[in-house]
């Protein structure tokens, strides 16, 4: 009984993400301005979040998005969300910011783009936060349990990692 409710105590408090347990809710804004709250918002599909916590992370976020786009982009049963953390002072910049990531994404992605502002402390330590130009992956599965987890640059090795992952979950 007493280590379940440190267990319980540790995962409200931001604790590391197991693998098979559910995804704490994350909340956040498209790019198109309504309202996002994962994992409810991807229900039913297999979902690849790409969390990115600074500036210099968009690169790695999008590399390895791009990618999980070419090979799942198609199938109705798969989807994915580009994830800025942002936290500390840049929330004073919401405005600003949120304007300039609608006109630099495509608006076909801005169901794709969720703009998190608040809760990046939590979030650092559910993912391990350990560099500041990762991306940190996590593959969901219908239920929105996580299934998969990465952290880092686009590698091809890792890619398969994720690949097989999804497909494992019945998403051809």
């Not at 409200?12 to 995804?23: D, K, N, R």
């Amino acid at each position: 009984m007493e280590v379940r409710f440190v267990l319980l105590m540790a995962w409200l408090a931001g604790g590391p993400l197991e693998t098979g347990a559910p995804l704490p809710e994350l909340q956040g804004e498209y790019l198109t301005g309504r309202r996002a709250v994962l994992p409810a918002d991807c229900a039913g599909k297999a979902a690849l979040l790409a969390l990115g916590f600074t500036y210099d992370s968009r690169f790695a976020v999008e590399a390895w998005v791009k990618r999980f786009r070419s090979d799942f982009g198609a199938n109705p049963a798969v989807t994915f969300y580009e994830i800025p953390m942002i936290g500390g002072m840049a929330r004073m910049g919401k405005w600003f910011i949120d304007s300039g990531m609608r006109r630099g994404t495509p608006k076909a992605d801005h169901e794709h783009v969720i703009t998190a502002y608040g809760g990046t402390d939590a979030w650092k330590r559910r993912v391990g936060f350990h560099k500041g130009d990762a991306a940190y992956l996590i593959l969901l599965d219908r239920q929105g349990a996580v299934r998969w987890r990465h952290s880092g640059k686009f590698e091809e090795d890792a890619y398969a990692r994720l690949s097989a992952a999804v497909k494992a979950l019945g998403a051809p």
